[in-house]
């Protein structure tokens, strides 16, 4: 078992930053690709980054690219999400999850995560 907790979320105006944190508890952190999502209200879990186990490979969904950064700490057991350049539609709960299987065809796929933490709320106000 993985335990995910993220924190870092809040409020920040039109182009502000966040940096969220997803801190990993329980198995070896460094044995998982590590991934954020993002969820809107009434809106399906989509994609936003992901992070090979040992952070060489970062893939970002097209919506993010240039303004989100992801990056990972094995030895602090938690990944990172630097958001600069926030806009109104970034707004949802951000979630990290821990793949311990998925190759990097599937990350931006939700189904290859076995563990979920509870999320975080993110709002941009414009």
């Known amino acids: 078992q993985v335990q995910l907790v993220e924190s870092g979320g809040g409020l920040v105006q039109d182009g502000g930053s966040l940096r969220l944190s997803c801190a990993a508890s329980?198995?070896?952190?460094?044995?998982?690709?590590m991934g954020w999502f993002l969820q809107a209200p009434g809106q399906e879990r989509d994609f936003v980054a992901a992070i090979s186990w040992n952070g060489v490979l970062r893939v970002y969904a097209d919506s993010v690219k240039g303004r989100f950064t992801i990056s990972r700490d094995n030895a602090k057991n938690t990944v990172y999400l630097q958001m600069n350049s926030l806009k109104a539609e970034d707004t949802a709960v951000y979630y990290c999850a821990a793949a311990g299987a998925a190759g990097s065809s599937r990350y931006s796929v939700r189904s290859a995560y076995e563990y979920w933490g509870q999320g975080t709320q993110v709002t941009v106000s414009s």
């Open positions: 329980g198995r070896p952190f460094s044995s998982y690709s």
